[in-house]
């Protein structure tokens, strides 16, 4: 087993290279609600990955634009149905996104997670953050559907 | 007042709830129609809540869609949702998922009425 302070894989280490059976784990918390669509909708184009992997390094907004269309995403649901049911659309998009692009332009897992806090999928990037690389969940948006709900112990209360 | 507790948080999630026990809830909830009172507490986006609604009208569950957004999309937990309820004033439902939060907020939950 893994000793505590040790992680699994490290921020800079491409998708590609992350067991097919940890993807898989993912790719079942991105079914849920079609998360995979937001996920894939705001890849960017043209990433420098290498320099985009550490924490917080990610400019989303960068200059390239969307990776993916919605033609592309499109695209996936077609393959999708031809699934047998008990398959992971996720999976199929993981599939082509870690693998595309020029050398230093494959996503890392550091490049995933702070995707997917930038599309609010916290369910995706608790794991990611847990499991893939032992460190903290990532922090909430104090405000939203994403922010942390706690108990008003307040004048209500007998 | 209020207190935070969210970071002593670490309870069952939402998105491993037994099925059973997920499936009475929201025959619950749906009953009493509250779907909309819940996303609107929670802050979901129109676009969450149209999907919510889109749900409904093909005669799925409200509630089931709107624990896959809250629950599945967010990670909350089940504490985070006795809360929710607590916010709502929907003490059956409090009731529903008490075995599934600490003992201590239990007093939370009002006697029900005979």
Not at chain 1, 3 to 16: P, V
Not at chain 1, 106 to 124: D, I, K, M, N, Y
Not at chain 1, 125 to 134: E, M, P, R, T
Request: a neutral charge; charged letters at 25%.
């Amino acid at each position: 087993g893994w000793c505590g302070s040790s992680s699994k894989y490290t921020r800079t280490t491409e998708l590609r290279r992350v067991e097919d059976n940890d993807i898989y784990k993912l790719a079942t918390i991105l079914d849920v609600n079609a998360c995979w669509r937001k996920l894939m909708s705001i890849i960017p184009k043209g990433l420098d990955v290498q320099a985009c992997s550490a924490a917080g390094a990610v400019k989303i907004t960068a200059n390239g634009g969307p990776k993916y269309t919605a033609q592309d995403i499109s695209l996936i649901d077609g393959v999708a149905e031809r699934l047998p049911p008990d398959q992971s659309i996720s999976q199929v998009m993981i599939d082509e996104w870690k693998t595309s692009g020029k050398l230093n332009e494959r996503p890392t897992v550091g490049v995933l997670l702070q995707l997917l806090v930038e599309a609010e999928l916290f369910s995706a990037a608790d794991f990611v953050a847990l499991n893939f690389l032992n460190e903290p969940k990532p922090e909430r948006p104090a405000d939203g559907p994403a922010a942390h709900f706690s108990l008003e112990l307040g004048d209500d209360m007998d | 007042r209020t207190r935070s507790r969210s970071h002593q948080d670490d309870t069952l999630l939402i998105r491993l709830l037994p099925v059973v026990a997920r499936h009475q809830l929201c025959v619950h909830l749906d009953s009493l129609d509250v779907w909309q009172q819940l996303a609107t507490a929670v802050k979901l986006y129109p676009e969450q809540v149209e999907q919510i609604r889109h749900q409904k009208d093909r005669g799925r569950s409200p509630a089931n869609e709107f624990m896959n957004i809250w629950g599945g999309q967010y990670n909350h937990t089940v504490q985070s949702l006795f809360a929710l309820f607590k916010k709502l004033k929907l003490h059956h439902a409090m009731r529903m998922i008490k075995d599934y939060v600490n003992e201590d907020l239990h007093k939370y939950i009002p006697r029900s009425v005979p």
